[in-house]
């Protein structure tokens, strides 16, 4: 299965079932490759995109991130298995979440990150599944910042799906994947030209990451301080997580990815008016499909 250079990363919590397929729809028109779910505290991902997969033709479909927490590795592994065989075009994001939600939500123990995912991924290959086999099972991304998860992603996964990452990080990454791993980021874009009301809207969707450890110590590891995480995040650190501007310059930032190493970029398009759900005209704009018949 291929991945695709570009895919769009987006909430779809709040949206219908019906409109979620039309975006879907549309998307797959439009030329994107995949399109990026998130699993927190909705629909459960994996039915979601199976509906979807129904109602779609070629769009490959990933869960970004789904919690390893949420479900036993027997039943992880029936999910990777039936999603490959239902549409072939299914890839398995894993992630460990965070303490807040593993431990205080779902009330188990949360554990080391990379021991707790590398135990994990052992009891997958080791359960026991007796359905029909697809012909290819659905390739495994991980949810890995730092270097430890990163070579885990490289030496048990099909590759890594960093989140709230700038280039810098894709060139980090790339470096430690090596060669033939996926590397898969995601970006934020914002097509707002003015800096206070772009800086504004980006604050707004960087708040709760900016709270969450992982993230925090991800973007130290890339020389950020602690006063770039005050009052929001500094210009510097807005700036590096958002793309915003014209569409040359999310164009820019996207291409960046690529330039250090990234095979497939997934966006994230932020609406100007800081609603939630994505940028649908900045999606038609930046559309592989319109870019390519460009002459």
């Given at each position: 299965m291929k991945l695709g250079r570009l895919g769009v990363w987006t909430f779809l919590d709040t949206t219908s079932a019906a409109a979620s397929v039309q975006l879907a729809r549309r998307l797959e028109a439009l030329g994107y490759a995949a399109l990026w779910i998130p699993e927190a505290v909705g629909r459960d991902p994996f039915a979601f995109l199976a509906y979807i997969a129904a109602h779609t033709d070629r769009l490959v479909l990933a869960t970004g991130i789904a919690n390893i927490y949420a479900r036993?590795?027997?039943a992880m592994r029936a999910i990777q298995k039936t999603m490959a065989e239902l549409s072939g075009r299914f890839v398995l994001g894993l992630g460990v979440s965070h303490e807040h939600l593993v431990s205080g939500l779902r009330q188990h123990?949360?554990?080391?990150?990379?021991?707790?995912?590398?135990?994990?991924?052992?009891?997958?290959?080791?359960?026991?599944?007796r359905g029909v086999e697809p012909a290819e099972d659905a390739p495994i991304v991980l949810a890995a910042l730092r270097p430890a998860m990163l070579r885990l992603a490289r030496d048990r996964a099909r590759g890594a799906?960093?989140?709230?990452?700038?280039?810098?990080?894709?060139?980090?990454?790339?470096?430690?994947?090596?060669?033939?791993?996926?590397?898969?980021p995601e970006q934020m874009v914002l097509r707002?030209?003015?800096?206070?009301?772009?800086?504004?809207?980006?604050?707004?969707?960087?708040?709760?990451?900016?709270?969450?450890?992982?993230?925090?110590?991800n973007l130290k590891w890339l020389g950020f301080t602690d006063d770039d995480f005050t009052d929001g995040g500094s210009d510097r650190l807005v700036d590096a997580i958002v793309a915003w501007g014209d569409e040359a310059a999310?164009?820019?930032?996207?291409?960046?990815?690529?330039?250090a190493g990234a095979d497939h970029v997934c966006i994230q398009p932020l609406r100007p008016d800081g609603a939630p759900g994505p940028d649908v005209d900045l999606l038609e704009t930046l559309a592989p499909a319109r870019r390519s018949e460009a002459p």
């Open positions: 036993d590795p027997m123990e949360y554990k080391k990150p990379v021991a707790a995912m590398s135990a994990y991924l052992d009891a997958m290959q080791a359960a026991f599944y799906h960093p989140y709230f990452t700038p280039p810098e990080h894709t060139a980090r990454a790339r470096a430690i994947l090596g060669s033939d791993a996926w590397l898969a707002e030209r003015d800096p206070v009301r772009a800086r504004a809207v980006a604050r707004a969707n960087m708040q709760i990451y900016l709270g969450l450890p992982n993230y925090v110590n999310i164009m820019r930032r996207i291409e960046a990815h690529y330039a």
